[in-house]
C-alpha cells in the first residue's frame, strides 16, 4: 500500500496529541494516512501493552486511517542505532508516502526526541539506493514536526476546528492514560491531572493569531515553498 502521509510516533497517543485533526481532515478529503508507533508503551505507568494496542486502534479506526503499525522497539530504549534507523527506514520505503510526520525535536519526554532524530536520519536515508540495497530507495519524502508536551518554532498552522470534535474523540479512545487512576496499580501522571484539557487551550492558542478556534501546528526545518499571489489577483 502507498500512503499519502506517514506519521510515526514514540507511543500510540503521540500523533494524536500533536496532530488527531490534521489526520482526520485529510483521511476525510480522501488520502491515505498511516501511522507508526515506534514502541508498544510497554513502561507506561497505567494500563498494559494490551489494553494500549487497543485503544490505539479504536483511536485510528475513529480518524480513518489506512493502516496503523508498531515497530516493537523498546520504550525508553529509543536510540540512534544503525538497527532503529533501518527499521525505521524499512518502513518508510514500505509505504513511500509523498510527507511524513515526526515529533518535534525539543519535548520534555526523551522518546519523543528520540523518535524525532530517528525518523529525520531515516528519511534521508530513505533516499540511498546503496543503503539497504534489498529494498529500493524511494524519494524522499517532505518531513513536518508536530509538537507533543511544549510547543516550538510554528512554520505552518491547520485549521481543524470541524474536526476538533474527532480529535477529543480520539484522544479519549485512550481511557488507561488520559482518565482518573483507578485501582490499586494505578497511579496519577502529567496525563491523568487535566492533560486534554491543556491540549485543547494550546490548539486553541495556536489559532489565536489567524482567528482560527482550533489549528494544530507544525514546524520544518526545510524551507517552504509556497505561491503568494495567483497572476491577475489584486488582493495583495
Not at 3 to 26: P, Q, R, S
Not at 155 to 178: H, M, N
Request: hydrophobic share 40%; net charge negative; proline share 4%.
Amino acid at each position: 500500500m502507498k500512503l499519502d502521509i506517514l506519521v510515526f510516533g514514540a507511543h500510540a497517543d503521540d500523533a494524536e496529541i500533536g496532530m488527531a485533526g490534521t489526520i482526520a481532515k485529510h483521511t476525510a478529503a480522501g488520502l491515505k494516512v498511516g501511522l507508526c508507533d515506534l514502541t508498544a508503551a510497554e513502561m507506561s505507568s497505567n494500563g498494559t501493552v494490551e489494553l494500549r494496542k487497543e485503544e490505539a486502534q479504536q483511536a485510528a479506526n475513529l480518524l480513518g486511517v489506512s493502516v496503523r503499525t508498531n515497530l516493537g522497539l523498546s520504550d525508553r530504549g529509543l536510540f540512534i542505532t544503525e538497527d532503529h534507523v533501518a527499521a525505521v527506514t524499512a518502513e518508510i520505503r514500505r509505504f513511500a508516502p509523498a510527507i511524513v510526520f515526526a515529533p518535534y525535536w525539543e519535548d520534555r519526554h526523551p522518546d519523543h526526541i528520540a523518535c524525532s532524530k530517528l525518523v529525520e536520519e531515516a528519511v534521508f536515508n530513505a533516499k540511498l539506493r546503496k543503503y539497504m540495497s534489498d529494498k529500493p530507495a524511494i524519494s524522499a519524502p517532505q518531513l513536518f514536526f508536530y509538537f507533543i508536551n511544549d510547543l516550538g518554532r510554528t512554520d505552518l498552522i491547520v485549521d481543524v476546528t470541524k474536526q476538533y470534535g474527532v480529535k477529543e474523540q480520539a484522544l479519549s479512545c485512550y481511557r488507561s492514560q488520559f482518565t482518573k487512576p483507578q485501582g490499586a496499580d494505578a497511579v496519577s501522571t502529567p496525563l491523568t491531572e487535566g492533560y486534554i484539557e491543556r491540549v485543547r487551550s494550546r490548539d486553541m492558542l495556536l489559532g489565536q493569531r489567524r482567528l482560527i478556534p482550533y489549528a494544530e501546528g507544525f514546524a520544518t526545518k526545510v524551507p517552504y515553498a509556497v505561491d503568494l499571489f495567483t497572476p491577475g489577483d489584486q488582493t495583495l
